[in-house]
């Protein structure tokens, strides 16, 4: 796998290069087409596919971070690689995302597996081909805890899983969101989140109460105040203790990738060092010097370096496991 030469070496610089550098999807070629998957009672989550043309090589659930949607630039640049390589990529909007409020009557959150393993069950209806899932962020840690909860049982489902820059303690990462560098971040996330909450309230008041939502000014206070509540974990404390994939990685039994930035500036590095993950067979991190958050934009072409990396690492897997078959 090549080195990583980054744009920038700031974390935050390259930070903000991830999410706002401009990338598209070929639409000529592989025509994006919008799936609806209801993968519970009441709920309905959105789904933008891509396929390349003829037999696709293999099927990729790719998973957003908070308050991204399939839209999102490395779902995008990702699905377009993933395309011009000959797999079929399945951008998932998380629930309540991507205009999707109105098919269902409940928040995310960061541990929220039961929509994703859905659909890669109902992929897996559709199609024979080896099945991956990638999550980015938050969707990183609903990665991960997915690959943790199924455990040996992955594998008659999924070949392998991927997550990158993966908050994979939550209490840690939250905490890290309140550092004084970091207070823009932390700013746009509860702007996003408050005005989503907003548009639920006005939706369904009852469901969803004000509780003085305009005096929440962190991530903590949202998730404290709205988030646990209202999926029975009653304080974030308890929720980030739940749901954080830290709890759940030794117990992975497929392969997997993680890939992190050493600098990102919303994940402590030493997080990575923990003994249920390093010490699990199953799991290879790619730790890079530069990166900072989803920002790994690379001085020479392809611009895109996650990109590659991916698909290199989901090859490798599909030749190892022709192998085992062999």
Known sequence: MNDFEPFFRNPHLLTLAGNFWKRAIDEPRFPTREVLYETEPGTTVIVHENRPAGHA????????????????????????????????????????????????????????????????????????????????????????????????????????????????????????????????????????????YLRRHAADPGRFPLNAINRVTTIFGFDNQFTAPHFGFGTAANYYKTQSALNFVAAVRVPTLVVQAIDDPLIPFSLFSDPRLAHNPSIRLRAVAHGGHLGFISRNRPRFWLDPLIIQWITEQLGMARRLVN
């Open 57 to 196: 090589r293999g099927e990729v659930l790719l998973v957003h971070g908070l308050e991204g949607s399939s839209l999102s630039g490395y779902m995008v640049s990702l699905a377009q690689a993933l395309c011009e390589n000959g797999f079929a990529a399945h951008r998932l909007n998380i629930r309540g995302c991507g205009g999707s409020e109105h098919l269902t009557p409940t928040l995310y959150h960061s541990g929220l597996t039961a929509d994703a393993l859905s659909v890669l069950r109902q992929i897996r209806v559709k199609s024979s081909a080896p099945l991956f899932q990638a999550g980015f962020s938050l969707g990183g840690n609903l990665t991960l805890k997915l690959a943790g909860e199924l455990g040996p049982s992955a594998a008659g489902l999924v070949t392998g899983f991927i997550a990158v820059s993966t908050p994979i303690d939550l209490a840690e990462c939250v905490r890290r969101l309140d550092a004084r560098q970091n207070i823009l971040y932390q700013q746009r996330f509860v702007r996003s989140l408050r005005r989503r």
